[in-house]
């Protein structure tokens, strides 16, 4: 019994629980004062309708995805008083306009550090024009260039991926930035914070970025102050506050390790034990990263640069980061490498494009590793249409879910994607958090971006876009091996009640 008191003691003086009900208490209040107001007051009743009905035509007639759109009628048209309220108040999926104003401006002044080598294009075009339409699409559009001289290596586990990390954090001589979406006290957390502890006192720059609400349950309270008073630069991304706004819904989602300039890590995998099994969840946890070493990590550094310089104006030379080596004669060719960054900052859906432009190229086969099956009809079309016209669409799904709901919602999608002859499996020994395609076996892309709303339209994400790549291969042997371990969905089918919930689920999708 005493146990039970203390376990709910820590969870009633928890931040998650205190924020938590913060939040409650401002919806609850909110309703409360929009049906006092129109229940009493026939003009203010009015008043709100109408506004709910301008709420309508404005989103209907808005730049913007349309189940996002469809999600948020439906609750306007239901509820017109405090449905038109709730969309001014959280409809807008662009981030706070300070935020916005900081990270355009710093967008701005960095874009001519992200010079494009055409002539790599040109070299790409001339093996095949639809690759260097997407390398072009990227430098253009996300301002990330396509790069040679860059090896990559392939990681397909945590594990392994952990000890990469390791040992190139051992070799810093200069500076190491890494950002990352969750970092949690542990195992593995305490052993790359030994060695940055023990590198600040070497004399290497230390900079360090975790997202607040990734983190809130996992580090304490202004973590950041902790970590500067052991020398390492830190700042926490869009500090969460309980204030009900959509600017919270804006999170730092990506992996990023840049060691000198030389060496990046990103993928799948966060600071936090479950991620190389030592830590028990979901069953076996199963993820990716990827390493590059050579002209391709400026793509990454420019990215932390850009983030960091948002939060905490610092920099006004980011070139003293570039690498003072040239890897022209020490790297082979190893294809071309495209680190690419995507923000809610635009409209553009860099993330998704991307997947698309990917699947609509292939010809011969496109295999998947997604957490988040949560689609939109763009991504359903091309995905569908890939399979009818003969490509092999093979993609993986976790087991053993993290969230329930997640995962009925992911499932709700098998029916219409196993008729068109989208093969999909679940991975049965426990949590797949990998998000991979490979395709043709000469295209792949490894990153942080699910296949989900979140991913796609509101968080910062970032990837590598591969092409002719040694490790292409690689990653697709460790697809087929994964398929092996994990149990076909064959003619998907469930009971009436489920059926619902799922359908409630997926109109309101892009609101998650």
Known sequence: MTKLFKKLFRVLISRLFIVGMLLLLQVIWFII??????????????????????AVLWLVN????????????????????????????????????????????????????????????????????????????????????????????????????????????KKA???????????????MWNEI??????????????????DDMGCLTLLPYNYFKKMEQKGIKCISFNKFIPIFSIAMNHRDHRKIVVI?????????????????????????????????????????????????????PTDKDYNKYRPNVHHSKEIHFDGYVQPYGDTPLDQEAVGENVYLNIINSAKNYIYIFTPYL???????????????????????TPGIPDKKYVFWLTQSYYGQLSEAGVKI????????????????????TVGTINMDYRSLFLHFECGVFLYKSNIISEI???????????????????????RLMQAVLRLFAPLM
Request: proline share 2%.
């Open 374 to 396: 949560i689609i939109d009809n763009e991504m359903m079309t091309s995905l569908c249409l890939a399979a009818k016209k003969g490509v092999d669409v093979k993609i993986v």
């Open 62 to 169: 808005k730049k913007d995805n349309p189940a996002y759109k469809l999600a948020w009628v439906i609750p306007i048209l239901l509820y017109p008083l405090l449905g038109g309220l709730m969309y001014l108040f959280m409809g807008d999926k662009k981030p706070s306009r300070k935020l916005r104003n900081k990270m355009i401006n710093i967008y701005s002044k960095t874009s001519k550090l992200m010079k494009q080598d055409f002539k790599i294009i040109e070299e790409i075009k001339n093996i095949d024009k639809s690759i260097a339409n997407q390398a072009y699409y990227i430098s253009q559009t996300a301002k990330f260039p396509i790069y040679k001289n860059t090896i990559a290596e392939y990681y397909k586990s945590g594990e392994s991926n952990f000890t990469a990390i390791k040992d190139e954090l």
């Open 260 to 312: 000198d300039g030389n060496t990046a890590f990103t993928g799948g995998i966060n600071m936090a034990d479950e991620y190389i099994n030592e830590k028990i969840r979901f069953g076996h946890w199963k993820d990716t990263g990827i390493m590059l070493k050579g002209d391709a990590v400026w793509n990454f550094t420019v990215m932390f640069l850009q983030m960091w310089n948002s939060v905490t």
């Open 425 to 444: 499996y679940e991975y049965t020994p426990g949590f797949l958090h990998a998000k991979c395609f490979v395709c043709d076996d000469e295209i792949a």
């Open 173 to 187: 001589k200069q500076y190491i930035f890494m950002e990352y979406f969750i970092i949690a006290e542990g195992i």
């Open 193 to 210: 914070l030994a060695i940055l502890e023990e590198k600040v006192k070497e004399g290497v720059e230390v900079r360090l970025i975790y």
């Open 476 to 498: 697709k042997s460790d697809i087929l091996e994964t398929i092996n371990e994990s149990k076909e969905i064959i003619d998907y089918k469930v009971k009436l009640p489920k």
């Open 33 to 54: 004062i929009i049906e006092i107001l129109g229940r009493y007051f026939n003009l203010i009743n009015s008043f709100f309708t109408l506004l709910s009905m301008v």
